[in-house]
Nanobody
Framework: QVQLVESGGGLVQAGGSLRLSCAASGSIESIHAMGWFRQAPGKQRELVAHTSSGGSTNYADSVKGRFTISRDNAKNTGYLQMNALKPEDTAVYYC???????????????????WGQGTLVTVSP
């Protein structure tokens, strides 16, 4: 199967930076789209950033100009660089991906909407 594991969360002061990583493990053949969502306490999960298989990106208006999504296909890893963090960025951040895995020499399987377990980002005033 396939797993996504996020890392890089933590406590940072407002104005600081963090880089989140999302590592995919398993018999990965390719990662297509990848995205980052977040969920703050008492709020719904929201899309933060997304990158398509073709490399196009889009961002929530609240993070445009501050966050950058990227990926290293050779490492099966995605990243979210977060700069100029604000207290309102405090949330659990989740990565999600659309992945093709190798099941055998002749069989592939595509998994849509694979999710990681989340990593907590806390931004203090």
């Amino acid at each position: 199967q396939v797993q996504l594991v996020e890392s890089g969360g933590g406590l940072v002061q407002a104005g600081g930076s963090l880089r989140l990583s999302c590592a995919a493990s398993g018999s990965i053949e390719s990662i297509h789209a990848m995205g980052w969502f977040r969920q703050a306490p008492g709020k719904q999960r929201e899309l933060v950033a997304h990158t398509s298989s073709g490399g196009s990106t889009n961002y929530a208006d609240s993070v445009k100009g501050r966050f950058t999504i990227s990926r290293d296909n050779a490492k099966n890893t995605g990243y979210l660089q977060m700069n100029a963090l604000k207290p309102e960025d405090t949330a659990v951040y989740y990565c999600t991906a659309d992945v093709t895995i190798v099941k055998s020499d002749s069989e592939r399987a595509r998994y849509f909407d694979v999710w990681g377990q989340g990593t907590l980002v806390t931004v203090s005033p």
